[in-house]
């Protein structure tokens, strides 16, 4: 799995520096972002203990989120402990887990929240007690610390241009069958305006929309489902287990030639889907950098050096043209990799 990838491509520096996206008013995705070169710490001035939360583990979008905190951790010489929802249905666990970061062994709180507000009061109470750091998903700003993330409304959008590129306003119509993610999800409406602000561009209709959480099996059912109702479909566009899906699906149903996939984010399966031609496109936000950029910004606020408040990778859109240009590093977590939940100080 994923032998292929080469340690390439990510454009940074022998000096380690991080060419970032800072939001110029911060905690603003739709304010312009200012090209930095940040230059990460070397190591924290104490062995700080972090609380991690993720929406789950289950799609390998996180993995690569995962592997980057590990990685930047490490090299800092932080501890933390990850607790995952479950899924993007589950936030009354969520909101628990949080609680349970108010405990006095962690020092700072980074959240990938499963929801855009529905975490408000509960992020607001534990602010009071120790710096909060959002991480990747969008999330109402009360109490919120630093952000590392990118405007999901880009991603969309980079999705969609995939197709208008194609398929400009006046040419030939075509019809998508759009997948945009969990329905509440903190992303999802960011990136389904995106998206459809661009499609509206070309001679793109959709024809259906199918809201699903991001697990591979539930993507599964939403695909097969929706191609038994309308096969005449020219293209699956969505997150990145619908894409991993169906591409399977297509291959098995002799339709692989015939409706092609894009996805709105980068994972393993569709950076292979890529490389292999099975998937036109998708944008990249570089998931590991900004799992490690969330690490730095928890030990920044501690420490009492953090003066990038809102900040992520530039997006890229990885396609059969530029997939050896970009590559896999920054993005994805190695094939060997595996979940880390819990790892000590060095």
């Not at 454009?11 to 905690?27: D, N, Y």
């Not at 930095?36 to 710490?41: E, Q």
């Not at 930047?72 to 479950?86: N, S, T």
Request: proline share 6%; glycine share 8%; with cysteine.
């Amino acid at each position: 799995m994923l032998a292929c990838f080469m340690a390439i491509a990510l454009p940074v520096s022998a000096q380690e520096t991080w060419p970032l996206q800072e939001r110029i008013l911060p905690f603003d995705d739709t304010s312009a972002g200012r090209p930095i070169d940040y230059i990460p710490l070397d190591h924290a001035s104490r062995p700080w203990r972090l609380c991690v939360l993720y929406p789950h583990l289950k799609d390998a979008y996180w993995l690569s989120v995962n592997f980057g905190m590990a990685e930047e951790a490490r090299k800092l010489g932080v501890a933390f402990d990850v607790f995952e929802a479950g899924g993007y249905p589950n936030l009354a666990r969520q909101i628990e887990q949080l609680q349970g970061c108010a405990a006095a062994e962690f020092d700072a709180v980074i959240l990938g929240a499963v929801s855009y507000d529905g975490l408000t009061p509960a992020v607001a109470e534990i602010a009071r007690m120790k710096p909060v750091i959002a991480a990747v998903n969008d999330i109402d700003d009360t109490g919120i610390t630093a952000k590392a993330s990118v405007p999901w409304r880009e991603m969309g959008a980079a999705a969609g241009r995939v197709i208008s590129a194609r398929h400009p306003k006046g040419s030939a119509p075509v019809r998508v069958a759009w997948f945009p993610g969990p329905n509440g999800a903190g992303w999802v409406s960011f990136v389904e305006e995106g998206f459809r602000a661009e499609i509206a561009n070309s001679s793109a209709r959709i024809v259906a929309t199918r809201f699903g959480d991001t697990g591979l099996e539930q993507q599964v059912l939403l695909v097969e489902d929706l191609l038994d109702e309308m096969p005449d479909v020219d293209y699956l566009i969505g997150s990145g287990p619908m894409a991993e899906a169906a591409v399977s699906i297509l291959r098995a149903r002799g339709l692989s030639d015939r409706i092609k996939v894009v996805s709105t984010y980068m994972s393993h399966a569709v950076y292979r889907g890529i490389k292999r031609g099975r998937i036109l496109a998708a944008p990249t936000d570089f998931a590991a950098l900004q799992g490690k950029l969330s690490i730095e910004m928890a030990v920044r606020s501690l420490e009492g050096t953090l003066t990038i408040l809102h900040a992520g990778p530039a997006i890229r859109v990885v396609d059969a043209t530029t997939i050896t240009g970009i590559g896999a590093e920054g993005s994805l977590a190695p094939a060997s990799f595996t979940p880390v939940f819990s790892q000590a100080a060095p």
